[in-house]
């Protein structure tokens, strides 16, 4: 089938599909739009950041909220609560440990999973 082996041409179909995907465009505060990569990235940080806020709520944002909340339908039930707020006990860390990826690279603080695990 065409496409099926690592050939160039499957490579350059690969290519040309990715580099029609992505965000194009998006639409600013004041309802004009923009490609400029640094204004989108403000437009989305801007937005995201304020669409959960309850204060200083971007007309877009208040727009959004709704649909962001329909689309949210787990919600945190009393008992949930009780269970997330009891300590955390010692066998609970050790099944954590033990279901940590092994051979990993390290994460942010510089250790592996591994200087857990023996540790």
Not at 5 to 16: A, D, I, S
Not at 34 to 63: C, I, K, P, W
Not at 107 to 114: K, R, S, V, Y
């Amino acid at each position: 089938m065409h496409g099926d082996k690592g050939t160039g041409e499957f490579f350059r179909m690969v290519r040309k599909q990715n580099s029609q995907s992505g965000i194009k465009q998006l639409q600013k505060e004041d309802g004009s739009f923009t490609q400029d990569l640094e204004d989108m990235r403000l437009v989305a940080t801007n937005f995201y950041s304020t669409l959960l806020s309850s204060e200083g709520l971007s007309l877009a944002a208040e727009a959004s909220r709704p649909e962001v909340w329909a689309a949210i339908h787990q919600k945190v039930t009393i008992e949930m609560r009780d269970t997330l707020n009891e300590p955390i006990t010692v066998p609970e860390i050790a099944v954590a440990l033990q279901e940590l990826p092994k051979k990993s690279c390290p994460g942010e603080d510089g250790l592996t999973p591994d200087f857990y695990i023996n540790n």
